[in-house]
């Protein structure tokens, strides 16, 4: 499984940004990445689950950091899932990290599968 992150970079305290993660070398009905999201580390500090999504259902799961902030959707003919980030916080600032699992996140989450990350810095 292969997970390439897009998007990510520098913007002000309240605005916006969108990652996108495309994934490959799965089969369609692949138990184990049943589930696409995020985790998110930042120096210092614990890995946290941000969200994720269930490729079979579309349900969503979010930390509660950043539950009517962030938004998370997928295009299941795409294998890409998107994560709309609005109202940013200099709090957000971490590495992003996309992940496939074949179970929702955690607060610590160590998913199967992860891409490379994508710097993600919130000034304030």
């Known amino acids: 499984v292969r997970l390439v992150e897009s998007g990510g970079g520098l913007v002000p305290a309240g605005g916006s940004l969108r990652l996108s993660c495309t994934a490959s070398g799965f089969a369609a009905d692949d138990y184990y990445i049943g589930y696409i999201g995020w985790f998110r580390q930042a120096p210092g500090k614990q890995r946290e689950g941000v969200s994720c999504i269930s490729r079979r259902d579309g349900s969503t799961y979010y930390a509660d950091s950043v539950k009517g902030r962030f938004t998370i959707s997928s295009d299941n003919a795409k294998n890409t899932a998107y994560l709309e980030m609005n109202s940013l916080k200099p709090e957000d600032t971490a590495v992003y990290y996309c992940?496939?699992?074949?179970?929702?996140?955690?607060?610590?989450?160590?998913?199967?599968?992860w891409g490379q990350g994508a710097q993600v810095t919130v000034s304030s």
């Open positions: 992940a496939a699992d074949n179970k929702p996140m955690v607060t610590d989450w160590y998913p199967l599968h």
